[in-house]
């Protein structure tokens, strides 16, 4: 793929669509989950209205990336569901087709080990390939990994009291700089909650840590980015701590 292909509609198709203009040196944000799109031919066999819920979609993640791309910031969106594959697992990992989530039966998802080949090759393979060209291609500062999470799941009465948390594995370069000014921001910041990044950190493992490339992985409470208004001031806030961040990396 030449560097012009990487924003190409048709190269892309459905699997990913690329926002703003890849830069070198920039801030790159990839949104694993950031579509509730089921492409034609699968059928989950779950009402319409659960497709607009936190189990299919990390609802008002979409929004911020496309308010984040200016000149040095681009997006990577995923453009399928979370529940036709999960891009931000490993191949074989639980959960790459959740046949239960949050307490919801996913019938389609019982696919057995040839339906779930068939949607690797489908969308995971092109989805990943495709970005790991791209981040060869245009190289950037940093990465940030945009993900929101539920204030509380349904199979879980413990509600989650964080606005925004930081994941990391091993490489915690990034969000050593990245919590101490969401905090002077006056947020609740979770350090690896509400996951572990040493649990759930599929993509940034494959495409940040296994290459040493700078990142911070984020998750950002839904209820703060479910509308125009909320998406617009998490834009700001990360555009300016992300660069603040990828700044103090040099």
């Known amino acids: ?99 239960i989530s949050d307490g919801y039966a996913i019938p389609g998802n019982m696919i057995g080990d040839e339906g779930r080949a068939a949607r690797v090759a489908a969308y995971f393979d092109p ?16 990465i940030v990994s945009l993900h929101s999470f539920t204030p509380g799941l349904a199979t879980c009465d413990k509600p989650r009291p964080w606005e925004i948390g930081i994941l990391y594995n091993e490489d915690d370069r990034a969000a050593r700089l990245a919590i101490p000014l969401l905090e002077a921001e006056g947020l609740t910041v979770g350090d690896q909650e509400p996951y572990s990044g040493r649990v759930l950190n599929a993509s940034m493992n494959r495409h940040a840590e296994r ?16 509308d125009a208004a909320g998406q617009a001031v998490w834009a700001e806030r990360m555009t300016r701590i992300c660069s603040a961040v990828a700044a103090g990396l040099r």
């Open 1 to 99: 793929m030449k560097t012009s292909d990487i924003s190409d509609p048709e190269a892309a198709g459905e699997v990913y669509r690329v926002l703003g203009t890849p830069a070198a040196g920039g801030i790159l944000v990839v949104a694993d989950h950031a579509s509730n799109h089921v492409p034609e031919g699968i059928d989950l066999g779950i009402p319409a209205e659960l497709m607009n819920q936190h189990i299919a979609i990390d609802i008002g993640v979409a929004g911020v990336a496309q308010r984040m791309v200016a000149p040095g910031v681009w997006g990577w969106l995923a453009g399928i569901s979370r529940l036709v594959c999960d891009l931000n697992r490993d191949i074989g990992m639980p959960g790459m087709f959740p046949e």
């Open 127 to 142: 989805y990943h390939t495709a970005l790991e060209q791209a981040l060869e291609q245009a190289a950037p500062a940093l």
């Open 211 to 226: 290459h040493g490339r700078p990142y911070l992985s984020i998750e950002i409470r839904q209820d703060q980015i479910a």
